[in-house]
């Protein structure tokens, strides 16, 4: 479901992708990832999940806890996420982190659920370690440059392409993706080229004036030809 090259559009708590809005953006994304022949995946809140994957793009959560069913208030179940439909969760962004064993742990019930997990880490050290969790993906994101317009793979390459080097080493299976200030297309390109397989991004879409056209922008720069 989650093809690469993959570009994830993470709607944090942006007020501009909460609710109806987060569905108005999918839709669009949506469109755009259809036209151009490129695997989009978007992370809205969780309360929004549901009535984002009727958009029929693959959705994943922003967060799942390392839970079974029983006892627990205010937590988010892998179960409850699979049901929503969603394809799995991104775990461990710098804005919600969790400690090793509970990235592990997190890992381990997507997985037996069937579900997809994207394992953020800020530096490469700690894409090796989580690398070693066997995650379907690692994102590389430097949180200092998380927001900032000023993209990873061009401001600091070498944190993309050591990610991407230590992952392989580890499990050439675990596929990489990087994320933090990507903006345009060529800043997807260049990710693409320093070995990435894909980009994880926010902002540059999410507060664009114009979504469609940003989407455009750095939809195309992770088209193969
Ligand atoms: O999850 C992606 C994110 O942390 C990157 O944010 O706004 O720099 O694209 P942004």
Redesign the pocket.
């Known amino acids: 479901m989650l093809e690469t090259p993959l570009v994830i559009v ?1 709607f944090k708590a942006y007020a501009e992708a909460t609710g109806k809005k987060a569905v108005e953006l999918s839709r669009i994304l949506s469109s755009v990832a259809e036209r151009e022949g490129v695997c989009v995946a978007v992370a809205p809140q969780a309360p929004d999940l549901r009535s984002v994957v009727e958009v029929g793009l693959p959705v994943l959560a922003q967060h799942v806890d390392p839970l079974t069913p029983g006892a627990h208030t205010g937590w988010i179940l892998p179960e409850a996420v699979k049901e929503a439909g969603a394809a799995g969760s991104l775990i461990n ?1 710098s804005e919600r982190p969790l400690r090793a064993e509970e990235i592990e742990a997190c890992v381990r019930r997507l997985r037996e659920l069937g579900l997809v997990s994207v394992v953020c880490a800020a530096d490469p050290g700690l894409c090796r370690k989580v690398a070693s969790f066997r995650p379907d993906f690692v994102a590389v ?1 430097p949180p200092e ?4 317009g000023r993209a990873v793979s061009k401001v600091r390459p070498e944190v993309v392409s050591e990610a991407v080097k230590l992952v392989k080493e580890v499990d050439p299976g675990v596929r990489v993706l990087c ?4 903006s345009t297309g060529e800043d997807v390109r260049t990710a693409l080229k320093l070995g990435a397989e894909g980009v ?5 879409v999410v507060k664009a004036k114009d979504w469609r056209a940003a989407a455009e922008d750095v939809v195309r720069g992770a088209r193969r030809d």
């Open positions: 993470n962004h994101e440059l998380i927001g900032t994320g933090a200030g990507i994880l991004l926010a902002s540059s």
